[in-house]
């Protein structure tokens, strides 16, 4: 156990809709990172915050954005989802952000049909 | 970061030493390098990084060229769980708040019996 928990664990949605994806970090952590894993695209890193400020930023589209909360949780919202957006969503967090030792949850498997 | 180069797959009979390569010709003097692991479709897990020095914890051991251009991990004794998707990074731990860790596609190591 990572002591990073994100919900849901499964998501059924349809295209168009939008879903919100939670993370709470361990204990301690500051930052947060969101990554995304299909099967052509390998794991992919999203954004990445620090006591609640975006502070990096990879490929994430225009339709996703994503915060963190003055306790530290932080959410990733999907929007008008597209089939290809069906994927794996990890949640990492780290006590600091510059790039040390990463604990990654369990994931949020994402299909959308 | 540093680019990295790592074999698709590789085979380890259980009990076997696992020894994973991992090429970054042109790392720079102040990037560590980092290995990763995922179970399948489970999130990644850290496993050990270092700078120059071999290092040594309770799941791996890290050996890095003198001319650090190279290193290979080594699970002394794979079991069949194990069998996962082995990542090497290379970057800079920054001591800010801001970092993009990308992971490349990994060495699939398939533990047999």
């Known amino acids: 156990d990572s002591g990073v928990t994100q919900t849901p664990k499964h998501l059924i949605t349809a295209t168009g809709q939008r879903v919100t994806l939670r993370c709470s970090p361990r204990?301690?952590?500051?930052?947060v990172y969101w990554y995304q894993q299909s099967l052509d695209q390998g794991l992919q890193f999203l954004i990445q915050?620090?006591?609640?400020?975006?502070?990096a930023k990879g490929n994430i589209l225009e339709r996703f954005s994503a915060q963190q909360f003055p306790d530290l949780h932080s959410e990733l919202n999907l929007s008008s989802l597209e089939l290809g957006d069906s994927a794996l969503y990890f949640c990492?967090?780290?006590?600091?952000?510059?790039?040390?030792?990463?604990?990654f949850g369990s994931g949020t498997q994402l299909s959308v049909l | 970061d540093a680019k990295t180069t790592q074999p698709p797959s590789m085979d380890c009979a259980e009990g076997r030493a696992a020894n994973l390569p991992c090429n970054h010709s042109?790392?720079?003097?102040?990037?560590?390098v980092y290995w990763y692991r995922q179970i399948h479709s489970q999130g990644p897990q850290y496993i050990i990084h270092?700078?120059?020095n071999n290092e040594t914890n309770e799941m791996a051991s890290l050996i890095i060229t003198e001319d650090r251009k190279s290193s290979t991990l080594i699970l002394p004794h794979a079991t069949l769980r194990d069998t996962a998707v082995y990542y090497c990074?290379?970057?800079?731990?920054?001591?800010?708040?801001?970092?993009?860790?990308?992971f490349g596609t990994g060495t699939r190591l398939q533990v047999t019996l």
């Open positions: 990492a967090s780290s006590v600091t952000g510059g790039g040390e030792k990463l604990f």
């Open positions: 204990s301690g952590d500051l930052s």
């Open positions: 915050y620090y006591n609640g400020e975006e502070r």
């Open positions: 042109t790392i720079s003097g102040n990037e560590y």
């Open positions: 270092g700078l120059k």
């Open positions: 990074i290379v970057r800079v731990p920054l001591l800010g708040t801001a970092s993009k860790l990308t």
